[in-house]
């Protein structure tokens, strides 16, 4: 667990919100997650933007770009590294799952410190096995980063009790997703390839940026069989970047050609989406 350094409520430094926040009842929000380094947000415009058309989709009222961009802006600024997290939620109301008429959002910001075990992993990279449990598919949050993790929170106890750094998560229908808390990619007959989330999973801001340098790259409904066949994989998101696999099940991998990813994409500059 990683200590909390700052956080504010929209726009108060405080880490007190309702009692009936919606975001606490219902998991009515989303929010993201990104990385500070050297004082700026990696990735800043699309963390803006994934909030944005996701608080579209929600239906909720969505903070103005500009003074959201700038707010994160200047709290990033304290930081040399660490990480940001910006939750937006309906705010509060009573019983029921209706929201208010004049219903008014709350944005939480707020600042943990970097895992610094992520370099380290960078280089020696992890070990990935099976997770027994199954993701359920919902194309109506499908993508999303919404508030109802609880998914996640399951596999990541699971996790707790193996001998592997990560898990891949397959959904109900025995497609391969992501990892616990993060995306997937991997090699077929030298094709990069990573998973369809169209009904499972999220579409993380570092695999949309991989996705763009890497527009060849085939998205595709895949096995566990098919996956055992890969010679090299690597899982991703904005805090870690990209994390090679040296070993999946338990079999050992080539780390070359996610070394090869992850060195093309730090070249790229820390603040453009």
């Not at 229908?173 to 090699?187: H, P």
Request: net charge neutral; aromatic share 6%; glycine share 6%.
């Amino acid at each position: 667990m990683t200590y909390m350094n700052f956080c504010s409520v929209n726009g108060i430094e405080q880490n007190q919100i309702d009692i009936e926040n919606r975001g606490l009842a219902y998991g009515d929000g989303l929010f993201t997650t990104a990385k500070i380094m050297d004082g700026q947000i990696q990735y800043l415009s699309s963390h803006v933007q994934r909030l944005l058309l996701g608080c579209k989709r929600l239906a909720l009222i969505a903070p103005n770009k500009v003074e959201l961009t700038e707010q994160l802006s200047q709290v990033a600024k304290q930081y040399n590294l660490a990480v940001l997290k910006v939750i937006i939620t309906a705010g509060s109301g009573g019983r029921g799952y209706a929201r208010a008429i004049d219903q008014n959002n709350d944005v939480i910001i707020m600042v943990h410190d970097y895992p610094k075990h992520y370099n380290e992993l960078a280089i020696e990279g992890i070990t990935l096995g099976n997770s027994n449990q199954k993701m359920g598919i919902n194309p109506m949050l499908s993508g999303l980063k919404h508030l109802n993790r609880l998914e996640q929170v399951l596999l990541r106890q699971e996790l707790t009790s193996t001998q592997v750094d990560d898990l891949v998560v397959t959904n109900i229908n025995d497609e391969v997703i992501e990892a616990t808390s993060a995306n997937l990619f991997f090699w077929l007959n030298d094709q990069l390839c990573t998973p369809d989330v169209t009904n499972s999973g999220v579409n993380g801001i570092m695999r949309q940026t991989i996705l763009q340098k890497y527009p060849d790259t085939l998205i595709k409904k895949v096995t566990l069989a098919e996956l055992a066949n890969s010679p090299a994989m690597f899982i991703c998101n904005c805090v870690m970047g990209v994390m090679p696999v040296k070993s999946y099940n338990g079999h050992s991998l080539s780390m070359v050609l996610p070394q090869d990813v992850r060195n093309t994409l730090n070249q790229k500059p820390t603040n453009v989406s």
